[in-house]
């Protein structure tokens, strides 16, 4: 937090007023309001929701497979599916065929329509898979116009790296389209067979796990506040005599956790106690999201302002150090900067429009006293 913002946080309401012109010449003068505390409420999520395990992220299979029973739609003229259709058929057995042993030659498969060579993914779950287990696989044509009705040939499928040949699952079975409008790419429920074990090492060799934090949580901040978070823990759990550094911040997004020694025949038991560490989500409460058109504003919990007076349409709010009043601040406790959100809940009981609301916010981000980031959305 910079100079500005911690001065900030020793900020109390002082004074709100809100009357306007003409309201003056008719009313009697409204009592004039109570200062207003302002409080930080922190929010606390496991840390589970901010990080992932690396080691623990998914995998993609792919493969070529050949598609048949297509209602005319099929590749024409493309010499590998035919050759592909004419592998297909050996490998079945099939010896009818002109070639010296009995096969199929591919051209005299080049009158067929009702295939497709295609293109086959599957996608494994960050925490792996077993032998047997079936998933959802897709196909997408490489010149088909369209896949309804068809069904997958068995396809052999690889891992991403084109130097291994392992096959690591088989796919077969009736297509699902995806959609009428786009009917060149199509599903597979659970016709996707692993047929070796996929397991996801997370453990380094010194007992060291690695945690990367998740996209929009990614800044120096948030790596330390699981550094703290996560050594506080553990350390309670070791005894207040450890002085060993457990997790450290190798940079904004990755930090290292050693596994203590109590835990290391048991990493996964581990893993389940330190994703489950409260972290206080900084993030979460720091936006003001503004709808013009609909007149809504919703505030995060942490937007504060800075001192600032802002007139509007008779309507005047001002935010004063209390250092610099006589007015004393009403808590005893050392004050935290004003909550944006202390603001619009005063202007809302005054009855104050939503457009003139907004204007405020709006100006208050301009003169730079606004801590936080301002959404507009349609």
């Known amino acids: 937090m910079n100079a500005a913002m911690k001065h900030a946080a020793l900020l109390t309401f002082a004074l709100i007023t809100a009357s306007t012109v003409a309201a003056q010449a008719q009313t009697t003068q409204a009592p004039a309001p109570q200062p207003l505390v302002a409080e930080r409420f922190q929010i606390t999520q496991p840390l589970s929701t901010f990080v992932r395990v690396k080691g623990q992220e998914e995998n993609y299979l792919q493969g070529i497979g050949l598609v048949v029973g297509l209602k005319g739609t099929g590749d024409k003229a493309l010499t590998p599916t035919h050759k592909a259709l004419a592998l297909v058929l050996r490998h079945l057995g099939a010896n009818s065929g002109a070639g010296p042993e009995g096969e199929f030659l591919p051209e005299t498969l080049k009158t067929v329509t009702n295939t497709a060579l295609v293109i086959v993914r599957a996608r494994i779950p960050a925490e792996g898979a077993e032998e047997g287990d079936m998933i959802d696989c897709e196909v997408s044509s490489l010149g088909a116009k369209s896949l309804e009705g068809g069904s997958l040939a068995i396809s052999t ?183 944006l959100k202390d603001l619009v809940d005063a202007l809302n009981t005054l009855k104050v429009p939503a457009e003139d609301v907004i204007d405020i916010i709006v100006a208050i981000h301009h003169q730079g006293k606004l801590y936080g980031e301002l959404v507009f959305v349609n």
């Open 157 to 339: 499928l690889q891992g991403p790296n084109p130097h291994d040949k392992t096959v690591w699952a088989m796919a077969t079975g009736n297509l699902e389209i995806f959609s009428k409008a786009v009917p060149t790419n199509a599903r597979i429920k659970s016709g996707c067979r692993i047929e070796k074990t996929v397991r996801n090492a997370f453990v380094s060799k010194d007992n060291k796990i690695y945690l990367v934090l998740n996209d929009g949580y990614k800044d120096w901040q948030m790596a330390q506040e699981v550094v703290f978070s996560v050594g506080n823990l553990l350390q309670v759990g070791q005894g207040s005599s450890s002085n060993s550094q457990i997790a450290r911040a190798l940079d904004q997004k990755t930090i290292e956790v050693q596994i203590p020694p109590q835990y290391q025949s048991d990493p996964v038991f581990f893993v389940s106690i330190l994703m489950d560490t409260p972290i206080v989500d900084k993030q979460l409460n720091n936006k003001v999201v503004i709808n013009k058109s609909s007149g809504v504003i919703v505030v995060g919990s942490d937007v504060e302002i800075g001192p600032d007076v802002v007139t509007h349409n008779g309507i005047k709010i001002e935010t004063i150090d209390p250092e610099s009043t006589k007015f004393v601040p009403l808590n005893t406790q050392p004050a935290y900067a004003t909550r």
